[in-house]
């Protein structure tokens, strides 16, 4: 058992000491089995929500009526669900009521995909009733019982199938491509925010370049914001090893450098993403832009910032076909480190100063020539002092 599990093991414990029945479940097993990085270790037990809450010290309730809880043990988060079946699907979302039920198989059976519905005891036996460790084995997402039902339950499920493919690097079952093919229309039912969150997801996948494919060739593209009728171009894209970047914003940026796409904010608005990131990707654009016509410059960089100008570059040498050295960040860094100022707040002389020099009075004049003092500076083509900015000034008639 893996450190995560034996850590997370006085969870089960207490539960079993109260008489519940209780498993870990769902992506932990699956993930011990492939022998991956385990993320959350999740539980599903007998025992109701409240029963949960009265047992543990620390708990959250993030959604009772659906059946869970999060315990905090030694400052791990655990989320304890109880045993339930999803009963009633409306409009191919999630259920807004759930039953709890008694057993563990139920539990297991109402999870989209065979290597999803495993769970392991607390003497580590893996309990698994849909040869989720036969279809691990096989590299295969398959799902718990009939594709074309359990995607006309939830649509969402759609999306995981070919979110899995890009994380775990496995190929989709025929029948449930052939389901995915035939209910991807229902994906209309379900919320944007939800399909950003999977859509993200493929993209950061290792296998994000089959699952792209996938979204294309299936039609899942249609379904999504923006990219109707931009099966070519995600095509295009599917080629670029995207998931070797480091953050979705960085990720974004190499998808629209394919997708041949109007406007960037309009069409990342429609992916309801916070305005934070729109701003940075959008900024990410116009920067690779300009990398792609040269080399890095002093004003650029000074510009851009650290920040961006390291996710742009990533994102250049994706495009040409090379990863980002550790040598080149350091030397990135070391290029913006020493330039003469980081903003112009370090400017060493400001309206005031240059109302001082002049006899004329405050109006727009100011500010134009502080941008032109503040690119001299950047440039090196002035010391960052009142008295060489002056010299400037006066040499050049300025004042
Ligand atoms: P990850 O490691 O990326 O978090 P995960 O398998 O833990 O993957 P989650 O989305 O966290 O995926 O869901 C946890 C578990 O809950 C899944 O393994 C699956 O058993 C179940 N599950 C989640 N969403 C659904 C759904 N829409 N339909 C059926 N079962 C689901
Ligand atoms: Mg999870």
Not at 18 to 40: C, N, P, T, W
Not at 170 to 180: G, K, N, P, W
Not at 316 to 325: A, D, N, P, V
Request: proline content about 3%; hydrophobic content about 40%; aromatic content about 8%.
């Amino acid at each position: 058992m893996n450190k995560e599990f034996q850590e997370a093991l006085p969870v089960l414990k207490r539960l079993k000491e109260h008489g519940f029945d209780a498993y870990f479940v769902g992506g932990s097993v699956r993930d011990q089995l492939l022998k991956k990085e385990i993320k959350d270790v999740d539980i599903a037990s007998s025992a109701t929500p409240e029963q949960v809450k009265a047992l543990f010290e620390k708990t959250i309730d993030i959604g009772s009526e659906h059946g869970t809880i999060i315990v905090i043990v030694n400052g791990i988060h655990y989320e304890i669900t109880t045993f339930r079946t999803e009963s009633a699907y409306e409009d191919n979302r999630r259920p807004t009521g759930v039953t709890f039920v008694s057993s563990l198989k139920e539990d297991l059976k109402r999870r989209d995909f065979t290597v999803n519905a495993m769970a392991m005891d607390d003497a580590g036996t893996i309990i698994d009733f849909f040869q989720g460790k036969e279809h691990a084995e096989a590299k295969i997402i398959t799902t718990v019982g009939s594709p074309h039902e359990r995607f006309s339950e939830d649509a969402l499920r759609i999306m995981r199938a070919v979110r899995f493919v890009s994380q775990l690097g496995f190929s989709l079952s025929r029948e449930t491509l052939d389901a995915i093919c035939e209910k991807v229309p229902l994906l209309e039912n379900i919320s944007v925010e939800r399909k950003t969150a999977e859509f993200e997801k493929i993209m950061a996948g290792e296998g994000s370049g089959e699952a792209m494919k996938l979204v294309a060739d299936t039609g899942i593209i249609d379904y999504l914001p923006g990219l109707e009728g931009k099966k070519q171009q995600l095509l295009n894209a599917s080629i670029l090893p995207i998931s070797g970047l480091s953050s979705n914003e960085e990720r974004w940026t190499a998808l629209l450098d394919v997708l041949e796409i109007s406007s960037i904010e309009a069409f990342l608005k429609r992916w309801k993403l916070s305005n934070r990131q729109i701003g940075m990707i959008a900024k990410n654009i116009f920067y690779l832009q300009k990398r792609k016509e040269g080399d890095l410059t002093r004003q650029s960089v000074y510009e851009a910032g650290l920040p961006c100008t390291l996710e742009v570059e990533a994102v250049y040498c994706l495009i040409k076909g090379e990863t980002m050295s550790k040598g080149l960040i350091a030397e990135l860094q070391a290029f913006y480190k020493n330039l003469p100022i980081h903003s112009k707040n370090e400017l060493a002389i400001g309206g005031a100063d240059l109302m001082q020099f002049s006899s004329q009075k405050p109006g727009p004049w100011m500010g134009e020539l502080l941008k032109k003092i503040e690119l001299a500076v950047v440039n090196d083509e002035v010391e960052n002092s009142k008295e060489a900015i002056k010299e400037m000034l006066r040499s050049c008639n300025l004042i």
